[in-house]
């Protein structure tokens, strides 16, 4: 029996200091839901012992007073690293590099040398740590661009494990890879070829990442599948679902009742707009401003008859793009209220801070549009939570074409978020449809999404890995 080793940047729980006492909270997110209850139901057969590996918040010291009282599914094993070099890695190369080049942002890209030293050392770390842990008969499935040179560093170490490797962004195109100092582009892609599964979110993401190991390894590329030195690594499309029940079966529960009663009060008969989203220059907020505004001046009806809650989540505030991000909203924001709005009447209502669950299904449940624009999306996972809350079948989604979500949500209103007339007359498009057919593109769209939710996801992924593993092992037999 082996051990499966979930490795991502951060452990998912959050250390919590209160004077000299420690304590943990273990996160809710997507990813731990999906592989906790993925293996709820068929893993346990397959692996004796879950281990999340990632970088602590603590220190070491910090680490043993709080482990003792940890409760969870599964073993944490954090990894520690010095805070300059894990500031570089991750403000640095993970989030000022990789972040923007991926997303289309070449020109925020800030290619300091330290950067991609400082990348290299956190996943040296990550390897060396796990060195005397790791069996060959386990299974490791790394996340995220945070760690793309990892699965080459495990391989060598021991080339029996079974690797997967998944990215949550895009993957870009050539033209874009190549951006990067030439060595880089080496390390990464070499990097990633260490896992026996390479997953991203759509075929595009899959299709550029063949198309730049093609220019810049010897691999040789046949049907999807990679072959170098006598290895051959499978790539996949699997675009993430979510916890479709959780959210479809929130709608009535009495917290977000009562919470959507208060917003419907506030609004009486006004139209309400909502979006959600990480302060994040890809995300799209200016852009989807910019296309309200447009609304507003071509549609003077509408004044004093619609409201757009729009909700920021800070995010990488250490990092000055996202800073100034924050003051051309902030910025924004005023002037669109001062030019239409009035003492009874605003047009947008701002909040810059999260939103507990409840509160968040509330303003999904009791928006008549939700406005999604970002830039560039790995795949978005606000527009499926959206609808998957409708449990009313109400409501109409105007999507990004940019976001991975648009892929399998045909029916949203899909606009380009560069075309500001296109956002507002699709919002007057979404504001005016008829019931029946927000209710006929809202059916549909939950059958799609329901029919893969987050632990189909997982199950797919993993059957695909074994897959790829036992092919790789017939031909080493061979
Ligand atoms: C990356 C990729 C890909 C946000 N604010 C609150 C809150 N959230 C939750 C949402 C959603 C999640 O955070 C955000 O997910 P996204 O997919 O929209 O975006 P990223 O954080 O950029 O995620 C992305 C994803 O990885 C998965 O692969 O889809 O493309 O960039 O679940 O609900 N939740 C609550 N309060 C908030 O204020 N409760």
């Given at each position: 029996?082996?051990?499966?080793?979930?490795?991502?940047?951060?452990?998912?729980?959050?250390?919590?200091?209160?004077?000299?006492?420690?304590?943990?909270?273990?996160?809710?997110g997507g990813?731990?839901?999906?592989?906790?209850?993925?293996?709820?139901?068929e893993?346990?057969?397959?692996?004796?012992?879950?281990?999340?590996?990632?970088?602590?918040?603590?220190?070491?010291?910090?680490?043993?007073t709080?482990?003792?009282?940890?409760?969870?599914?599964y073993?944490?094993?954090?990894?520690?690293?010095?805070?300059?070099?894990?500031?570089?890695?991750?403000?640095?190369?993970?989030?000022?590099?990789?972040?923007?080049?991926?997303?289309?942002?070449?020109?925020?890209?800030?290619?300091?040398?330290q950067?991609?030293?400082?990348?290299?050392?956190?996943?040296?770390?990550?390897?060396?740590?796990?060195?005397?842990?790791?069996?060959?008969?386990?299974?490791?499935?790394?996340?995220?661009?945070?760690?793309?040179?990892?699965?080459?560093l495990?391989?060598?170490?021991?080339?029996?494990?079974?690797?997967g490797?998944?990215?949550?962004?895009?993957?870009?195109?050539?033209?874009?890879?190549?951006?990067?100092?030439?060595?880089?582009?080496h390390?990464?892609?070499?990097?990633?070829?260490?896992?026996d599964?390479?997953?991203?979110h759509?075929?595009?993401?899959?299709?550029?990442?063949?198309?730049?190991?093609?220019?810049?390894?010897?691999?040789?590329?046949?049907?999807?599948?990679?072959?170098?030195?006598?290895?051959?690594?499978?790539?996949?499309?699997?675009?993430?679902?979510?916890?479709?029940?959780?959210?479809?079966?929130?709608?009535?529960?009495?917290?977000?009742?009562?919470?959507?009663?208060?917003?419907?009060?506030?609004?009486?008969?006004?139209?309400?707009?909502?979006?959600?989203?990480?302060?994040?220059?890809?995300?799209?907020?200016?852009?989807?401003?910019?296309?309200?505004?447009?609304?507003l001046?071509?549609?003077?009806?509408?004044?004093?008859?619609v409201?757009?809650a729009?909700v920021?989540?800070?995010s990488?505030?250490?990092?000055?793009?996202?800073?100034?991000?924050?003051?051309?909203?902030?910025?924004?924001?005023?002037?669109?209220?001062?030019?239409?709005?009035?003492?009874g009447?605003?047009?947008?209502?701002?909040?810059?801070?999260?939103?507990s669950?409840?509160?968040?299904?509330?303003?999904?449940?009791?928006?008549?549009?939700?406005?999604?624009?970002?830039?560039?999306?790995?795949?978005?996972?606000?527009?499926?939570?959206?609808?998957?809350?409708?449990?009313?079948?109400?409501?109409?989604?105007?999507?990004?074409?940019?976001?991975?979500?648009?892929?399998?949500?045909?029916?949203?209103?899909?606009i380009n978020?560069?075309?500001?007339k296109?956002?507002g007359?699709?919002?007057?498009?979404?504001?005016?449809?008829?019931?029946?057919?927000?209710?006929?593109?809202?059916?549909?769209?939950?059958?799609?999404?329901?029919?893969?939710?987050v632990?189909?996801?997982?199950?797919?992924?993993?059957?695909?890995?074994?897959?790829?593993k036992?092919?790789?092992?017939?031909?080493r037999?061979?």
């Amino acid at each position: 029996m082996s051990k499966l080793f979930i490795i991502s940047n951060r452990l998912p729980i959050t250390i919590e200091k209160k004077g000299d006492k420690l304590s943990y909270r273990q996160s809710s997110g997507g990813l731990v839901s999906a592989v906790s209850a993925y293996l709820d139901q068929e893993g346990q057969r397959t692996f004796t012992k879950k281990v999340w590996v990632g970088v602590s918040e603590c220190s070491e010291q910090e680490w043993q007073t709080v482990s003792d009282t940890f409760t969870a599914d599964y073993d944490f094993h954090p990894i520690f690293a010095a805070q300059k070099t894990y500031d570089q890695y991750y403000n640095g190369f993970a989030n000022s590099v990789l972040w923007p080049l991926f997303h289309y942002f070449p020109s925020y890209a800030d290619y300091q040398p330290q950067f991609f030293e400082a990348y290299k050392k956190i996943n040296h770390n990550f390897a060396d740590d796990l060195a005397n842990q790791l069996n060959p008969e386990d299974t490791v499935w790394i996340h995220d661009y945070h760690l793309l040179p990892l699965a080459a560093l495990l391989c060598k170490r021991n080339p029996k494990l079974t690797i997967g490797l998944f990215l949550h962004i895009p993957f870009p195109s050539y033209e874009l890879f190549r951006a990067m100092p030439n060595d880089w582009q080496h390390e990464i892609i070499e990097g990633m070829l260490g896992a026996d599964l390479v997953g991203f979110h759509t075929n595009d993401y899959r299709d550029h990442f063949l198309n730049c190991v093609s220019k810049i390894t010897q691999a040789k590329v046949q049907d999807q599948i990679i072959h170098l030195n006598g290895r051959q690594i499978k790539t996949g499309a699997f675009p993430i679902g979510i916890d479709y029940d959780q959210f479809n079966s929130a709608y009535n529960n009495e917290g977000v009742v009562a919470k959507r009663n208060e917003h419907l009060h506030m609004k009486q008969d006004k139209k309400l707009i909502f979006s959600v989203d990480r302060l994040d220059y890809t995300k799209g907020v200016f852009s989807r401003l910019k296309g309200y505004r447009e609304f507003l001046l071509q549609n003077p009806g509408y004044i004093g008859k619609v409201i757009f809650a729009l909700v920021v989540i800070p995010s990488r505030d250490n990092i000055s793009r996202y800073a100034e991000r924050k003051k051309i909203i902030d910025e924004y924001v005023g002037n669109l209220n001062s030019r239409f709005g009035n003492i009874g009447w605003q047009p947008v209502v701002y909040q810059y801070g999260h939103l507990s669950f409840d509160e968040l299904i509330a303003l999904y449940t009791a928006c008549d549009i939700a406005l999604i624009t970002p830039l560039r999306d790995g795949m978005n996972l606000v527009a499926k939570e959206f609808v998957a809350s409708r449990k009313d079948k109400r409501g109409v989604l105007v999507l990004s074409e940019m976001a991975g979500a648009a892929d399998e949500l045909p029916e949203a209103l899909i606009i380009n978020p560069n075309d500001r007339k296109e956002i507002g007359d699709m919002i007057r498009r979404g504001l005016e449809m008829p019931r029946a057919e927000q209710e006929d593109r809202m059916a549909a769209m939950q059958a799609r999404i329901s029919s893969y939710n987050v632990v189909d996801w997982a199950r797919d992924f993993f059957n695909r890995l074994k897959d790829a593993k036992a092919g790789q092992l017939q031909l080493r037999e061979n």
